[in-house]
């Protein structure tokens, strides 16, 4: 009895192991970071883990508007990680191009607009925000398929042979049937000319 429950308890700690101890890829992906104001902000980000599993994200943007408002003249962006509320500042965005590096998992990136760039904490209003979405290409094996080009010319290759295929035997039908007739013509003249050559006079 004792044995059994033993026997239970480990393999319960072994599956917990395996549930839960997995490794975070949810940072790597593409995030479209949209604007939550009437302005046509648009930002494009893209997450690697790199072999020293830190996070190099890259950032692109669209229709910043300098100044952002009275007195406002810096985008910060920031993260917000996968396992805390604490947002996470990756830094500044400059004039729409940048790159920054984490070492924390996070699941979203957004943009406020601060008056100072230096803060630790968001403090001005949210201007874009978006989702990590996982890079589908790098997770579904892809099977090579041939070009639809090759399949057309291997198609018509058949098709041809099958034509010419089916000509010859027709040529070859019509020859016999020729043959045949030229064969009974001959008959019936020889059967004519030897009818003509042995009756009585």
Do not use: H
Not at 88 to 103: R, T
Not at 152 to 163: D, I, R, S, V, Y
């Amino acid at each position: 009895m004792k044995t059994s429950k033993i026997y239970g308890v480990a393999i319960f700690f072994i599956l917990s192991f395996f549930v839960y101890v997995k490794p975070s890829f949810a940072s790597e992906g593409t995030v479209e970071m949209r604007s939550t104001t009437n302005e046509d902000y648009r930002c494009w980000v893209a997450s690697i883990r790199m072999q020293n599993q830190i996070y190099s994200i890259l950032v692109g943007c669209q229709n910043l508007l300098y100044p952002a408002g009275e007195n406002i003249y810096s985008y910060v962006v920031w993260a917000t990680p996968k396992e805390d509320d604490k947002p996470i500042k990756l830094g500044q965005l400059g004039y729409g191009k940048a790159q920054f590096q984490s070492k924390t998992p996070f699941s979203a990136v957004y943009v406020t607009t601060e008056v100072n760039p230096n803060v630790r904490a968001p403090e001005g209003p949210v201007v874009m925000r978006g989702q990590v979405e996982t890079i589908r290409f790098l997770e579904n094996p892809t099977t090579p398929t041939p070009t639809p080009t090759s399949t057309k010319e291997e198609e018509q290759k058949k098709a041809e042979e099958t034509t010419q295929g089916k000509s010859l035997r027709e040529r070859f039908a019509l020859g016999l049937k020729r043959a045949g007739l030229a064969a009974v013509l001959a008959i019936v003249a020889i059967i004519g000319l030897v009818y003509i050559l042995t009756r009585p006079r």
